[in-house]
């Protein structure tokens, strides 16, 4: 049998990680291949960096959560999306990492357009993270 949570479980175990990684936190999105996990130092260039709320995801529901409203924000450097980094509000430390693709493509996050310019307008379209265990 495989280990199943009740939904209140991992609803509770999403809503620790918007806690854990604090307010203001910090969502940068990256070119290339994502590190081998979030102890690694950062790859490729750095497109945007937004720094969201401090109440930044949904409250978890049903065992998945999302981000909450999150506005456009300029590029900082042109490339192509293709990971993601949510760091700390000091932008130091990473707590989490995923892929990048564009709207309908699979990622774990999606945007609008993954071909980037600097200074382009960059939004994100989705980004939903469900707990195992159901």
């Known amino acids: 049998m495989a280990v199943q949570w009740s939904t209140a479980v991992r609803n509770a175990l999403l809503d620790a990680i918007e806690t854990t990684i604090g307010t203001a936190a910090k969502l940068q999105i990256r070119t290339g291949a994502a590190p081998v996990n979030c102890a690694a130092s950062d790859t490729g260039t750095l497109l945007v960096e937004f720094s969201l709320a401090s109440d930044w ?33 000091g932008g130091t430390t990473c707590h989490g990492q995923g892929t990048v693709t564009a709207t309908g493509g699979g990622g774990d996050l999606t945007l609008d357009n993954t071909s980037i310019a600097s200074g382009q307008d960059v939004a994100i379209t989705g980004w939903t993270l469900t707990a195992p265990g159901a």
């Open 57 to 89: 995801a949904d409250a978890a529901s049903g065992g998945s959560k999302a981000l909450a409203a999150v506005t456009t924000t300029a590029a900082v450097a042109g490339g192509t999306a293709a990971h993601y980094r949510f760091k700390d509000s």
